[in-house]
């Protein structure tokens, strides 16, 4: 889409795709979180969103999706790309900075449908989002958080090079839970590059991040 490049950017894996979503596969993440993405005793978000009951829930996921893209400035961004696994759509994997001209640092969140939990998905998908914001726009550092019982998202933050930088208290259901700070440098990417990756459609959407093309 020439007015809008980010929809024609690819992040691709060996077995994965990462891409913008349209309506169509909008549709297809949302009716995969309506089947289960945590189970009902645990919450590993800080929102917990999928505690809405439907309607509601599917409504404001389209609507988060779709403003991410509304209220885009190259000064403070979301791209929020869905993970597609073997062509079906497995979860969503976002990385979000401000005034990343200046600061070189990125924050990535993410979640997988139960039914794509347990195969490695999650450590490739992030690796591929790294690869973007590390070897693609040239970031310095990328940032990450999970509560201290999300063992999964923990795992993955470890086994990618992440150190923890940090705890907080942070509500959870009305309820107060540890939140563990986890920082990734460039270095430490660079140590832990394992992930063949694979960027298509890059250029055109660098001033979007607040990248100067390189002449």
Known sequence: ??????????????????????????????????RGVHPPET???????TDLPSPHMERESLQHHLLQVAQW?????????????????????DMRAENFSASRMFSTGSWLGMEFQGMGLGTEMRAAILHLGFAGLGA??????????????LGVS????????????AARR??????IGL??????????HFHEVTIEGLDPCLELFGVTPEK
């Open 1 to 34: 889409m020439q007015a809008w490049p980010l929809y024609d950017l690819r992040l691709r894996t060996p077995r994965l795709e990462l891409r913008l979503p349209d309506l169509d596969l909008l549709d297809q993440l949302i009716a995969l979180a309506v």
């Open 43 to 49: 919450m590993p978000f800080g929102v917990p969103w």
């Open 73 to 93: 400035r190259p000064e403070k961004w979301t791209y929020n790309p869905v993970v597609l696994y073997r062509g079906e759509v497995a979860g969503t994997q």
């Open 140 to 153: 310095q550092e990328a940032q990450s958080s999970a509560f201290s019982d999300n063992l999964a998202s």
């Open 158 to 169: 470890r086994a990618l090079g992440y150190e923890e930088n940090g705890t907080w208290r």
């Open 174 to 179: 009305g309820r107060s839970g540890t939140m």
């Open 183 to 192: 920082r990734l440098s460039l270095g430490g990417w660079q140590s832990h």
